[in-house]
């Protein structure tokens, strides 16, 4: 399309005008027509102001029509009006491109508080902290005095870097110059406290004279992210019930995060009631909240109850549910959502996507693993960080391993929580010479590792059951500054506790500087496993002592102790204590592990009688009805048998194990034709036999003993050595359960 030339000064005023007024009500592509009929005049431009208008709309169309518009500015000579300069570099800023802001800037004769505002802003929104804190004291002597927005710029700076003590210097600096008194400027200081020092929060809170609702969150939010929810909560209950202030939806999204932290419920459904209260349920971000609140605290009924009643919901309320039905293994629901969500035509997006490989993880499906692969694939998430480390980590759960190392073998530059996911994966399939040596790979391509990666490679190391290479991995441990964190120092007595080294299992326990219930839980299964179970239970005793309460992993951990090391009186006293102090931590494992406590010892009918006693909804499983099926073998009763091979194969169709140990029973029963029924019905079902074995430390090495191996070199050497110990394995009989 050609413009008519305009022929005349009134012509171009008129032209002008209504560029302007184009602008001015947002109309973006008309302002760039009328500058193309201004370009195409014969007479000069006089007008320098209208560039403001054409660059603003240069920043919504073109990037690269802008710079042609800048170019114009320069061979036109307006660049020496500091309004235009301050416009070009308005433009270049906003655009994100910082050189060239920076080059504008430098080329300008004069600057005034709007360039320097500019320049500033381009910098601290670029995250050139350092760059923008060196022009901020250059402008600063030049007499330069900064707007609000800036200032709190800066001060935002100084809190992303953690910058504390050039953060309280400029917080003196705004005494001195009066800037202080501005609440927003207070905010925002209090913000970069509570991200660094909250006791210097706390001082400056209590200085502050009006205090508004934004004042109260960000403390509030303070006090949720520095791990303290209980002076959180207290806060809040100060701010309302004491100075009235009214709560916005920042300040209950603070809040029902402490109560998440807290896992209380009960107040969390409280603060839940004044929301509704106040008419803030209608927020979506409070709505999300709610949501993902319930579902970290198992509370999943009133989950979904809290998402029908969004009146409005987008991605993230789908995935927050989505995400919680995993977390607290509802599988099938969380399938069921998925399908709504497509329904409701909404699009799933990478979270949705992770989530759901998740789930494959969880339950070992490929089939679905694979769709969500191809999936993936479609949406273009496969360069997706947090995409293909997904995917890796669940075809590895999976037992696809070689799958999950042709995807990281892809990834040109694979990242930390690559690195660590591939080789959690290895650790996983059962493949601890490749997770270490990929850790050593690491190491040489000069990645550092964290936290995670030296917590898999202990895991790894433990897997192997070395003590040579645990010890190398310790000494990474302790290099690193890490041995004595509760959570390394836990895995790294769980290693030695795998290799047998139970002695270096109570050093590593000793050297953890604050221990926790899971710390002790370790240690205590640690000796359990290694067949100390009167420590275990001594160190039960001990850890009570020190103001711990055992959770159901403890009675857990004690519990097998007890189990393994043929203790019955002392495995049903801590069960009864349990039953009568800790009823609601009593899961079906305990039940099961006191199953197979009776039943070892022989008292299978008081086994059986306590299946009856598992409360109502729970049922027992493969493993209770496999211990009794297992004490039947050992005492010959054939009646039972029957009743628990009939059970353990409806639990367990496609698990070797079951169809093994009925076969062994029968053939010890001298059955010999079920006992071949059994291996037929396991081939005819196509179920593959998983072999049992061993690891023992032979000269400082692990070897692997396979059952049944007749051609293992040491098997002369430790065929009647294992003889000898089945003859030993006799327990006491004479222990009743009372009911």
């Not at 991200?195 to 006090?223: Q, T």
């Not at 660590?420 to 690491?442: K, R, V």
Request: net charge negative; charged share 20%.
């Amino acid at each position: 399309m050609r413009f008519p030339v305009v022929s005349s000064g009134a012509n171009l005023s008129n032209l002008c005008h209504k560029l302007k007024e184009s602008s001015s009500s947002g109309r973006w592509k008309d302002v760039l027509s009328h500058y193309r009929e201004i370009k195409q005049s014969d007479i000069k431009l006089v007008d320098h102001t209208i560039f403001s208008h054409i660059l603003k709309a240069c920043l919504a169309l073109s990037f690269r029509f802008g710079q042609s518009v800048h170019s114009s500015v320069i061979m036109q000579g307006f660049e020496s009006f500091t309004s235009v300069g301050n416009s070009v570099m308005d433009f270049y800023a906003k655009s994100g491109a910082l050189g060239s802001t920076r080059n504008v800037f430098n080329c300008m004769k004069t600057k005034d508080s709007v360039s320097w505002n500019i320049i500033l802003h381009a910098h601290f929104s670029e995250g050139a902290f350092l760059e923008g804190f060196d022009l901020f004291i250059q402008a600063r002597e030049d007499g330069f005095e900064p707007n609000v927005s800036t200032l709190l710029l800066v001060i935002q700076a100084y809190r992303s870097l953690g910058a504390f003590n050039d953060g309280k210097r400029f917080h003196g600096y705004l005494i001195q110059s009066g800037l202080w008194s501005l609440i927003s400027v207070q905010n925002a200081l209090l913000g970069m406290y509570t991200d660094i020092r909250m006791d210097f929060a706390e001082k400056l809170f209590d200085e502050i004279p009006e205090r508004d609702v934004i004042s109260w969150s960000v403390m509030i939010r303070g006090y949720v992210h520095s791990d303290d929810a209980i002076c959180a909560l207290e806060s809040f209950k100060e701010m309302v019930s004491e100075f009235g202030v009214e709560a916005d939806g920042q300040t209950m999204v603070s809040v029902l995060k402490g109560c998440t932290n807290l896992a209380d419920v009960k107040m969390g459904k409280l603060i839940h009631g004044f929301i509704i209260s106040r008419g803030l349920n209608y927020d979506l971000f409070i709505g999300n909240t709610l949501v993902d609140f319930y579902c970290k605290c198992g509370d999943v009924d009133s989950a979904v109850l809290a998402f029908t009643e969004m009146p409005c919901k987008n991605i993230v309320s789908w995935n927050s549910l989505l995400s919680g039905f995993i977390h607290n293994e509802k599988h099938a629901e969380a399938l069921t959502l998925f399908g709504s969500m497509k329904m409701s035509g909404l699009d799933s997006d990478e979270v949705t996507l992770v989530n759901l490989l998740s789930l494959c993880k969880f339950v070992g499906d490929l089939r679905q693993c694979k769709l969500i692969h191809s999936r993936v694939m479609r949406k273009g998430f496969e360069s997706n960080d947090l995409a293909v480390n997904s995917l890796i980590d669940a075809y590895a759960k999976c037992n696809e391993i070689d799958v999950s190392w042709k995807l990281f073998c892809q990834i040109k530059r694979p990242d930390i929580v690559t690195w660590s996911t591939m080789i959690s994966g290895f650790t996983y399939c059962g493949m601890p010479d490749e997770a270490i040596s990929l850790y050593q790979e690491m190491f040489l391509s000069l990645e550092n590792p964290n936290t995670v990666t030296l917590i898999n490679l202990l895991e790894a190391c433990g897997v192997s059951a070395e003590v040579g290479r645990s010890k190398w991995a310790h000494a990474i441990a302790i290099r690193m500054g890490l041995a004595s964190d509760v959570v390394v120092g836990t895995a790294i007595l769980d290693m030695y506790s795998k290799c047998g080294a139970i002695e270096a299992s109570k050093r590593a326990f000793d050297q953890i500087t604050t221990k926790n219930i899971v710390s002790w839980s370790a240690i205590i299964a640690a000796y359990g496993l290694n067949g100390h179970p009167r420590v275990a239970l001594a160190l039960l005793s001990e850890m009570e002592a020190n103001g711990l309460k055992p959770n159901s992993v403890t009675i857990l951990s004690v519990l097998s102790a007890c189990c393994h090391g043929g203790l019955i009186e002392e495995g049903l006293s801590v069960f009864k204590d349990m039953a009568k102090n800790h009823k609601s931590e009593l899961k079906l494992e305990h039940y099961s592990c006191l199953v197979d406590l009776l039943a070892r010892s022989g008292n299978v009918n008081d086994a059986l009688e306590l299946i009856k006693y598992i409360p109502f909804g729970m049922k027992a499983g493969p493993s209770a009805w496999g211990a009794v099926l297992s004490a039947c073998r050992n005492y010959e009763d054939r009646e039972m048998s029957v009743g628990a091979v009939s059970r353990v194969l409806e639990m367990e169709p496609s698990s070797s194990a079951g169809y093994l140990l009925a076969s062994n029973v029968y053939a010890s029963m001298g059955s010999w034709g079920d006992a071949s029924g059994m291996r037929c019905l396991m081939k005819e079902r196509g179920v593959e036999v998983v072999c049992g074995y061993s690891l023992v430390r032979v000269n400082n090495k692990a070897c692997t003993f396979t059952a049944g191996d007749k051609y293992h070199p040491l098997s002369h050497t430790f065929g009647p050595v294992v003889e000898q110990l089945h003859s030993c394995m006799r327990m006491d009989t004479g222990t009743r359960l009372p009911f």
